[in-house]
């Protein structure tokens, strides 16, 4: 599997990140200790190295899995978690953004993990009461104590990004490396705002649910009705998939990768990811991408189509040197 540099960190990641949310049974579903071994094994015998947990999954179970998993490669291994998702509805400061909120969190994620640091720390969703500063500042004190190595977003409002990578940078602190979105060939919201900010600011994507929660793995059960957008994507996977032959999800988390994506890959067993993982030495033609865009193109709306259709020449004009 090839490795690439998670935006502005300097930290080398596989192309293809495993995601633990399976990880653990304590939230009355998930898999068991056994099977997130061999799932892990699994990814590791492909060359991946990129591993991301959260420090509400599972009820905390998966990073003592992920703990126990890598305790003897800790320092071959990228592990990210985040924050910020309440973790107990009887305590109000057990989610957020803000400092004390933060600091309990990641002592706690550091204990289950059974490390002195994580190499990637996400906000896990934007938290509207907390202003950006005092997030940015905590993050930014983690990483020079040395408990955090890297900084990273998520579900978070793409002028709230900015915001932040600008404040970041005008004060000195620790600047975002990567933002992590949904994306997959049924949830292109992304590419009005997300990816072209994140690609003008630097930024590594990770991409979560690939496969549409599992919509772009499996055929829909005869009768069920299917929205127009999943069967026109279907149509058009299955298509490239006969040409390749190979499956429709490594198709579709090959597009995602093509769109110089991280994408994320959760399974409930090695034999899952094992196909997933087949979309790393999957090669996409410049005409099959084009057709599976084409099945999935989304309305990117206003201000973007406005600047399309009547603002044509300025996307065409060219700066000459003097």
């Not at 957020?96 to 490390?115: D, I, M, N, Q």
């Not at 990578?165 to 949830?187: D, F, I, K």
């Not at 127009?228 to 994507?233: K, L, P, S, T, Y």
């Amino acid at each position: 599997m090839r490795q690439r540099v998670l935006g502005r960190s300097g930290i080398r990641v596989s192309e293809l990140a495993l995601g633990t949310m399976t990880f653990g049974t304590r939230a009355g579903w998930g898999s068991q200790e056994r099977v997130c071994r061999e799932i892990y094994a699994a990814f590791r015998e492909a060359g991946g190295n990129f591993v991301d947990t959260a420090n509400n999954y599972a009820a905390g179970e998966s990073e003592q899995i992920v703990g126990r998993l890598v305790a003897g490669e800790r320092d071959e291994v990228v592990v990210a978690s985040k924050f910020t998702l309440p973790t107990d509805p009887a305590d109000p400061n057990s989610g957020g953004s803000g400092r004390k909120a933060l600091r309990r969190t990641v002592e706690t994620t550091l204990r289950r993990l059974g490390t002195d640091h994580l190499d990637l720390l996400w906000t896990h969703a934007w938290d509207r009461n907390t202003p950006v500063e005092e997030t940015l500042r905590a993050l930014d004190d983690l990483v020079r104590a040395g408990k955090v190595l890297a900084i990273g977003v998520s579900n978070m409002p793409a002028w709230v990004v900015s915001r932040a990578a600008t404040v970041a940078s005008l004060r000195g602190w620790t600047p975002l490396a990567a933002v992590q979105v949904e994306y997959s060939l049924l949830a292109r919201t992304a590419d009005r705002d997300l990816l072209p900010m994140a690609d003008a600011l630097g930024l590594a994507v990770a991409a979560w649910s690939p496969l549409a929660r599992g919509r772009l793995a499996r055929r829909a059960p005869d009768g069920d009705a299917v929205p127009a957008a999943q069967a026109r994507a279907a149509e058009a996977l299955g298509k490239v998939a006969a040409e390749l032959d190979t499956t429709p999800a490594r198709v579709a988390i090959a597009w995602v990768r093509a769109h110089g994506l991280l994408p994320v890959l959760g399974a409930s067993s090695a034999r899952q990811l094992r196909d997933g993982l087949g979309a790393a030495r999957l090669a996409l033609s410049p005409a099959q991408l084009a057709a599976l865009d084409a099945a999935t193109a989304i309305r990117l709306g206003y201000p973007h189509e406005f600047l399309r259709d009547r603002c044509p020449t300025l996307a065409s004009i060219a700066v000459q040197p003097e």
